[in-house]
């Protein structure tokens, strides 16, 4: 990573506080900007001052536009956009509302999110696994292969995480979805991981994510967003004092969204939304996939550890596995108690189809700089 590649992005650090800690933990939460955490307080002041329902009436033109704005980025329509409290609670509201066929199965691949796993069996739903290539990536042909049979032997749902949570994989959600288009199988992304890292607008018929990450949004706010075509075959009911006061342009949607919420939270991200897009959605891609490259030059052939990622692996993830036995999770707290370096120690439970040991998973933000890596090689040597 060059000087001047990470310096061209200073700004992005210079809109944040100070920070007490080297942070290279965004795929657990990135740091938000001093913009969005004004915001946020603002809305909560407000509420403090005018009432609760009043800031919120008075937010909607924040919020709509916000909604629009996300609508663009997980190509659906903004009426086919709510917020929900997380990346999980959307799963599970998609689960509740979706006309799945009594029976069918759900096709993912290795790679998948332990949680999302165990919410599909929570709801009885088998799984299918599509097989992958050599890299972790849905094969296409095995997928549209599965996607061929009759109509009652496809998968009721394929299910895929765009950008996987513990090593750098992205997966092609955009061929995907036209095999699944083409089928009639439904396709739901989770794109916790890839909103604000990679291309989101995949064409998906449900696609989720959470705001903390890659968008630097506040904690505790996520959302759905479904393609027209489904709108009016979801299950969602609502109390007459709800669904009397739905606005009439709005989709079924909107009746999730009118329950109890953290609409500060919804505003800050509505500001954190603004900053990517005044950032520009590609080139914070083009510059996370680099990072994501000089991070694994940085620690490649460092004593001990390897990197459990393809050398070109678009993505800003990257995992290191423990050559020698280290304790993984003592190893994160060791970097951060002494090095004051966050990073995330990854559980078998986050991919237990995939994963066969614990990894260490760095994931820095655009504003990383050589001495950034450097550090943090130096602080893993010191463990050693």
Same mark, same amino acid.
């Given at each position: 990573?060059?000087?001047?590649?990470?310096?061209?992005?200073?700004?992005?650090?210079?809109?944040?506080?100070?920070?007490?800690?080297?942070?290279?933990?965004?795929?657990?939460?990135?740091?938000?900007?001093?913009?969005?955490?004004?915001?946020?307080?603002?809305?909560?002041?407000?509420?403090?001052?005018?009432?609760?329902?009043?800031?919120?009436?008075?937010?909607?033109?924040?919020?709509?536009?916000? =909604?629009?704005? +996300?609508?663009? %980025?997980?190509? #659906?329509?903004?009426?086919?956009?709510?917020?929900? /409290?997380? $990346? *999980? @609670? &959307?799963?599970?509201?998609?689960?509740?509302?979706?006309?799945?066929?009594?029976?069918?199965?759900?096709?993912?691949?290795?790679?998948?999110?332990?949680?999302?796993?165990?919410?599909?069996?929570?709801?009885?739903?088998?799984?299918?696994?599509?097989?992958?290539?050599?890299?972790?990536?849905?094969?296409?042909?095995?997928?549209?292969?599965?996607?061929?049979?009759?109509?009652?032997? =496809?998968?009721? +749902?394929?299910? %895929?995480?765009? #950008?996987?949570?513990?090593?750098?994989?992205?997966? /092609?959600? $955009? *061929? @995907? &979805?036209?095999?699944?288009?083409?089928?009639?199988?439904?396709?739901?992304?989770?794109?916790?991981?890839?909103?604000?890292?990679?291309?989101?607008?995949?064409?998906?018929?449900?696609?989720?994510?959470?705001?903390?990450?890659?968008?630097?949004?506040?904690?505790?706010?996520?959302?759905?967003?479904?393609?027209?075509?489904?709108?009016?075959?979801?299950?969602?009911?609502?109390?007459?004092?709800?669904?009397?006061?739905?606005?009439?342009?709005?989709?079924?949607?909107?009746?999730?969204?009118?329950?109890?919420?953290?609409? &500060?939270?919804?505003?800050?991200?509505?500001?954190?939304?603004?900053?990517?897009?005044?950032?520009?959605?590609?080139?914070?891609?083009?510059?996370?996939?680099?990072?994501?490259?000089?991070?694994?030059?940085?620690?490649?052939?460092?004593?001990?550890?390897?990197?459990?990622?393809?050398?070109?692996?678009?993505?800003?993830?990257?995992?290191?596995?423990?050559?020698?036995?280290?304790?993984?999770?003592?190893?994160?707290?060791?970097?951060?108690?002494?090095?004051?370096?966050?990073?995330?120690?990854?559980?078998?439970?986050? &991919?237990?189809?995939?994963?066969?040991?614990?990894?260490?998973?760095?994931?820095?933000?655009?504003?990383?700089?050589?001495?950034?890596?450097?550090?943090?090689?130096?602080?893993?040597?010191?463990?050693?």
């Amino acid at each position: 990573m060059s000087d001047a590649a990470a310096s061209d992005w200073g700004w992005w650090r210079d809109r944040r506080l100070p920070a007490e800690r080297l942070h290279l933990d965004c795929a657990a939460a990135g740091r938000s900007s001093r913009a969005t955490l004004a915001a946020t307080s603002a809305h909560a002041e407000r509420e403090a001052t005018i009432g609760a329902y009043v800031a919120a009436a008075e937010a909607e033109p924040v919020l709509a536009e916000g =909604r629009a704005r +996300l609508g663009e %980025l997980l190509g #659906v329509p903004a009426a086919g956009v709510t917020f929900v /409290p997380s $990346a *999980e @609670a &959307a799963l599970d509201t998609l689960l509740a509302i979706w006309p799945l066929r009594e029976g069918g199965t759900v096709a993912v691949v290795p790679a998948e999110w332990g949680p999302n796993l165990h919410a599909f069996a929570a709801r009885g739903l088998p799984i299918a696994e599509i097989a992958t290539a050599g890299d972790g990536a849905a094969d296409l042909a095995d997928l549209e292969r599965m996607l061929a049979g009759a109509p009652t032997r =496809r998968p009721a +749902l394929v299910h %895929l995480t765009q #950008v996987t949570s513990h090593r750098g994989l992205v997966q /092609p959600v $955009a *061929e @995907a &979805a036209t095999l699944c288009r083409a089928a009639g199988v439904p396709l739901w992304v989770d794109a916790a991981q890839a909103l604000g890292h990679v291309d989101t607008a995949c064409g998906a018929d449900a696609i989720y994510a959470t705001g903390r990450k890659w968008l630097t949004g506040p904690r505790g706010v996520g959302m759905i967003g479904v393609t027209e075509p489904w709108w009016d075959r979801l299950k969602i009911s609502a109390s007459d004092l709800i669904a009397d006061s739905r606005p009439a342009d709005s989709s079924p949607l909107w009746l999730i969204g009118a329950t109890e919420d953290n609409v &500060a939270a919804q505003v800050g991200l509505c500001t954190a939304i603004a900053e990517y897009l005044q950032a520009g959605p590609a080139r914070v891609a083009d510059r996370l996939a680099e990072v994501g490259r000089q991070t694994r030059q940085a620690l490649a052939g460092l004593p001990g550890w390897e990197v459990a990622d393809p050398p070109d692996a678009p993505s800003a993830i990257v995992a290191l596995r423990a050559a020698n036995g280290q304790d993984i999770p003592r190893t994160r707290a060791r970097l951060l108690d002494e090095h004051g370096i966050v990073v995330t120690a990854g559980a078998v439970t986050r &991919a237990p189809r995939d994963m066969t040991e614990p990894l260490l998973r760095i994931s820095p933000h655009v504003d990383c700089t050589p001495e950034d890596l450097a550090q943090l090689r130096q602080a893993l040597l010191a463990l050693a």
